[in-house]
């Protein structure tokens, strides 16, 4: 019997893992890989339907200037609880500068409700552009100022 380090490199046959065997660096120098995968197949499944509902659907616009939102700001665990006085001022504070942009941005707040670690906004905008930067606006002030006012 000829050993493996006599045998020429060619003559070496690599020998698959079962399937689902995990295979280590080491086998895979030793030549031991897992089994090539089957391919695919195509066209599996319930074939899709050319017309699913003989009633025509339109869409509703993207954004109305009516449209009332509500809107859930959440804060990261390590935060203490916002029903403190000092989490309340802040909420004041950044919900009175929302206020006086509100002719320049077209977003109001219409109310809040601020629970123990997050918050609940009924907003109005003008636009989608207006409810975007309005919201970014508020939750900076709001995130700067809790940070500050809870020693983060």
């Given at each position: ?83 403190t006085r000092a989490g309340l001022e802040v909420l004041e504070r950044a919900l009175t500068g929302a206020r006086d942009h509100t002719r320049v941005s077209g977003f109001r707040v219409l109310h809040y409700a601020l ?38």
């Amino acid at each position: 019997m000829v050993s493996s380090a006599a045998r020429p490199r060619s003559d070496r046959r690599r020998h698959a893992a079962p399937a689902g065997a995990q295979v280590s660096f080491d086998d895979v120098v030793r030549g031991i890989t897992t089994p090539p995968r089957r391919p695919r197949r195509r066209r599996r499944g319930r074939p899709p339907l050319q017309h699913r509902n003989s009633v025509k659907r339109c869409r509703r616009p993207r954004f109305a200037r009516t449209t009332v939102h509500h809107v859930s700001l959440r804060t990261v665990e390590s935060l203490p609880r916002l029903r403190t006085r000092a989490g309340l001022e802040v909420l004041e504070r950044a919900l009175t500068g929302a206020r006086d942009h509100t002719r320049v941005s077209g977003f109001r707040v219409l109310h809040y409700a601020l629970e123990g670690n997050h918050l609940h906004l009924i907003v109005e905008a003008d636009d989608d552009t207006a409810l975007s930067r309005g919201m970014k606006g508020l939750a900076i002030r709001l995130a700067r100022g809790w940070n500050k006012a809870f020693g983060r």
